[in-house]
């Protein structure tokens, strides 16, 4: 979609024009790519703290008599059990076991969740609940909340340090748990969760009162020195890669299941086998399969040296034969060299084993564990 007239508009667009940011489309909306330089938006994150706008993200509401019962139909880790309070990641596969999207799960109460997906999958996952509700006769209320909503991410070494200064339950906040906090005249959701390996927040406000609670927040959180400075697409791209994170349409698609992705921490595989109350989530029989069998393909990181990134879509080699394909790479700004992340066999997964990168002529590249950067 190259037709902005055509694309969703951030609540926050204005305050991304006045920073100067380079606007492009993606997931049907128009974003910042960057302010000025994606490395040092990067690096800026990486030592003091960065802003991100993510409210292309979907917020889908799920409530009522069957949330719960529905959710662990749908989503591949536990619901039932949930605290109040409580975040968990989770996917959402087809029959097969292919992921249909990866998701976040906010629990408000024992009937009342809130569902954060991909942003180009929303009506994806929107027409994938609605067609599991009827089929299964679940009664249960579906609210898309996007568009009413703002979404930002605030990450980085000195965030919480610097949210400290103007509260003092944010910090106390555990890894993927949350609070409802009173700003203005609206609820805001603040969650200590991210996609970019540091420590910070994630906050779901109004979008009506967007613009104006931002501009209160930089002010309380960065001061005058700037310690938290807005960052766009393309550093949040990066920084998930080094962090080892997978991006949907990239390391995660219908044809790709959890185990071979390496998120089989967010798959209860034995669902509903000891509790009836739990049930089974779809795409369990298959996944039950490969974890069985062993996956046919993993995913792993890869290390250049040299200047040139390898792009999604690249072949790996090994003496001169294919064995995989790239799905993300970009030069790393932390490490200072091109890094990678790509499927292969299990046989040419193992740290140290060298392979070749398809970037015109065969250059060596380094099998490494994920994460290649962790705090």
Not at 45 to 58: K, N, P, Y
Not at 120 to 144: G, S, W, Y
């Amino acid at each position: 979609m190259t037709d902005t007239a055509a694309l969703q508009q951030s609540p926050l667009n204005s305050f991304h024009l006045e920073h100067g940011a380079k606007m492009v489309p993606y997931a049907g909306w128009e974003l910042p790519l960057h302010y000025g330089s994606i490395s040092e938006e990067h690096l800026w994150t990486r030592s003091s703290g960065g802003l991100f706008d993510v409210s292309h993200m979907g917020r889908l509401r799920v409530s009522g008599r069957h949330a719960r019962r529905f959710l662990d139909r749908v989503c591949t880790r536990l619901v039932r059990g949930m605290e109040a309070g409580q975040c968990r990641y989770s996917l959402i596969c087809n029959e097969q076991g292919g992921c249909l999207d990866d998701v976040l799960v906010y629990c408000f109460g024992a009937d009342d969740y809130l569902v954060v997906c991909n942003g180009a999958n929303r009506m994806k996952i929107v027409q994938h609940f609605e067609r599991v509700k009827a089929e299964e006769n679940l009664e249960f209320k579906l609210d898309d909340q996007t568009l009413g909503t703002c979404m930002v991410a605030i990450q980085g070494p000195r965030v919480m340090e610097l949210i400290g200064g103007v509260s003092s339950e944010v910090p106390t906040l555990k890894r993927y748990r949350f609070t409802v906090k009173n700003v203005l005249v609206m609820k805001i959701i603040v969650s200590r969760t991210g996609y970019t390996g540091e420590d910070g927040v994630e906050v779901i406000l109004s979008s009506k009162f967007a613009r104006q609670a931002l501009g209160m927040l930089l002010k309380d959180v960065g001061g005058e020195a700037s310690l938290v400075r807005p960052v766009g697409l393309g550093a949040r791209d990066s920084l998930r890669m080094e962090a080892g994170m997978p991006l949907y349409g990239h390391e995660l698609d219908e044809e790709t299941d959890p185990i071979s992705a390496g998120l089989s921490f967010a798959v209860k595989v034995d669902k509903g086998e000891s509790d009836d109350q739990e049930g089974r989530f779809i795409g369990q029989d298959a996944i039950q399969r490969i974890v069985s069998e062993g996956p046919t393909r993993r995913l792993v990181g890869l290390t250049l040296e040299g200047r040139r990134s390898p792009r999604q879509g690249m072949a790996v080699k090994v003496d001169g034969e294919p064995v995989g394909v790239v799905t993300s790479g970009c030069p790393s700004p932390t490490l200072g060299h091109p890094i990678a992340m790509a499927y292969v066999p299990p046989s040419v997964a193992e740290p140290g084993t060298t392979v070749e990168i398809d970037l015109g002529a065969g250059t060596p590249a380094t099998v490494v564990k994920l994460p290649f950067y962790k705090r």
